[in-house]
């Protein structure tokens, strides 16, 4: 353990003794004999007290260790006697605020956001006023070169902002500058301290272990669909959603389970992962990386708002749908009515409730609009779902066909209006 790892744990261990939850507990477990201590009643606490707490002995070796890391980490919190024998918080706090404010600090000071797509005469000058409506920039530098991260790419410019919040609002934008689409990610710089690991474990309040960054080739970036990278990820570990934009050479695979290294190690056992003959590669976000993700994602469902119909579960849909089209064509059949399905269905399994009613007409019009903007990018399976269809005009509706392709079972079904489309599609999801 380095010296600046090790004042880094011996504050965090400080933060937690004395945050409001545990400053009590902290208080009863000091010596019988100093508790009457005009000195505590003033706050102070000896460190010498403070090194023989157990969690304490195995990150110290001396009651000096404490006053360095105090003085290291430069903090409002505590303040340290006269002659640095004794501790005290200058205020309450609440320990998770404090791990959340001390992992915002580190993770804006081990990142950097990276944009390409930038047309090669643009400046940093001109980069920097288009990204200035996100927040307070601290530095733009450019690279020359082919990117680590996108090789169609041999100019990339990378950003630092003043504030975390501004860079994550960035992160989750879509951005586009003079008729190009830029893309941007997050970049974690080469000196990223072990410190700051233990920072943000610290302050960890998202799910672990879930996120795998997948990377195409340039050979096949613009034919790869979405549903196909899904299938492949599906034969090891079940898939909660897919990062992906069309067009972009890494994506995101989130995992129901927190399984990607797992995933990852199996996949790699077996060969590896492969689209179109060309092999995918991968890697599992760890620690402060899969915190971003976490991070710029609740962001962006602050802009979109929720995905309700994801793409990822539309196989299932389909799979459920095609046995409720099958049940309704053998009871009309046992009715002697025609094959024709016409308006909805009122008995058995297919029956429109109310919540379907609202959920069929809250969806449809949210991915109408959603069609339209081009900031999102929705399934055309989904869109075709609803009896949404791009046109001439735009963006229209339609009632003739609803078709699912062999991807998703070859589900087929013709003549069926909007409102029974969704209704099987919903149905569907309820028995997921």
């Known amino acids: 353990m380095t010296a600046e790892l090790a004042k880094v744990k011996i504050f965090l261990q400080l933060v937690y003794y004395f945050c409001n939850a545990s400053y009590h507990s902290t208080i009863s477990s000091l010596p019988k004999s100093f508790v009457d201590s005009p000195l505590l009643a003033q706050g102070w606490i000896p460190l010498r007290d403070l090194a023989t707490f157990k969690k304490m002995k195995g990150l110290i070796t001396q009651p000096a260790d404490i006053a360095e890391s105090i003085i290291y980490s430069s903090s409002e919190l505590f303040e340290l006697s006269v002659d640095g024998v004794y501790l005290r918080r200058k205020t309450e706090f609440v320990a998770s605020k404090v791990f959340k404010e001390m992992f915002n600090i580190s993770l804006l000071a081990g990142y950097a956001m990276e944009a390409v797509g930038f ?12 990204f200035s409506r996100f927040g307070e920039i601290q530095n733009v530098s450019k690279h020359i070169g082919i990117s680590t991260w996108d090789e169609r790419y041999n100019l990339s410019f990378f950003i630092e902002f003043k504030e975390l919040d501004s860079m994550i609002k960035s992160l989750a934008a879509t951005h586009m500058y003079e008729d190009s689409s830029i893309q941007v990610r997050a970049h974690r710089k080469p000196d990223v301290s072990a410190a700051m690991v233990v920072i943000s474990q610290a302050g960890s309040t998202y799910p672990k272990g879930k996120i795998v960054e997948f990377k195409l080739v340039s050979d096949v970036i613009e034919s790869v669909e979405q549903y196909s990278i899904q299938e492949q ?5 079940t898939v909660a959603m897919i990062d992906y934009v ?40 760890v620690e402060d990386e899969e915190q971003m993700y976490w991070m710029v994602k609740a962001e962006k469902q602050m802009i979109q708002g929720p995905n309700r119909i994801s793409v990822l579960d539309l196989a299932h849909a389909a799979k459920f749908s095609k046995q409720a089209i099958q049940q309704q064509k053998i009871t009309i059949r046992r009715k002697g009515k025609a094959k024709k399905i016409k308006g909805r269905t009122k008995t058995g399994t297919n029956r429109l409730t109310k919540y379907h009613s609202r959920e069929i007409k809250d969806c449809d019009s949210k991915l109408t609009d959603t069609a339209k903007s081009t900031n999102i990018h929705i399934d055309e399976t989904v869109l ?14 339609t009632t003739k066909t609803l078709k699912f392709n062999k991807k998703f079972h070859n589900l087929k079904r013709h003549g069926t209006s909007d409102s029974n489309a969704m209704q099987n599609l919903l149905e569907g999801f309820d028995r997921i």
Do not use: C, M, W
């Open 246 to 285: 069309k067009g972009n050479a890494t994506g995101y695979i989130e995992f129901k389970q927190s399984v990607a290294l797992e995933a990852i190690s199996v996949i790699f056992n077996n060969g590896g992962l492969h689209i179109q003959g060309e092999p995918i590669q991968l890697r599992a976000l």
């Open 119 to 130: 047309d090669q005469l643009v400046t940093v000058v001109e980069v920097e006023a288009y």
């Open 233 to 237: 990820f599906e034969k090891y570990a």
């Open 384 to 397: 075709s779902a609803l009896g949404v269809k791009h046109g001439k005009n735009g963006v229209g509706k």
